[in-house]
């Protein structure tokens, strides 16, 4: 997710959170990813338990410092 494209949210204290507008599909990850769906699936489910993602209408919301976080990145590296 930190690897796709992503559009910032304005607002004051909102800087680390990113917008992925059209809202992919799970297989559509899956397929960028080399993963089944379901893989996808659960793993969207468990990044959304912890915090770093939210569904919302057509957008994905995903707290990049939550997300660096769980991934092992760290917070202000390269990439978006």
């Known amino acids: ?3 796709l494209p992503w559009f910032p949210i304005s607002g004051p204290g909102r800087e680390h959170f990113g917008r992925l507008t059209p809202r992919p599909t799970h297989q559509t990850i899956a397929d960028m990813a080399g993963l089944r769906r379901e893989t996808v699936s659960l793993q969207m ?15 994905i ?13 760290p ?4 990439g978006n």
């Open 1 to 3: 997710l930190l690897s």
């Open 45 to 59: 489910g468990n990044l959304r338990s912890r915090g770093a993602i939210q569904a919302r209408g057509g957008a």
């Open 61 to 73: 919301i995903v707290d990049r410092t939550v997300l660096r976080t769980i991934s092992g990145r």
């Open 75 to 78: 917070p202000g590296g390269g």
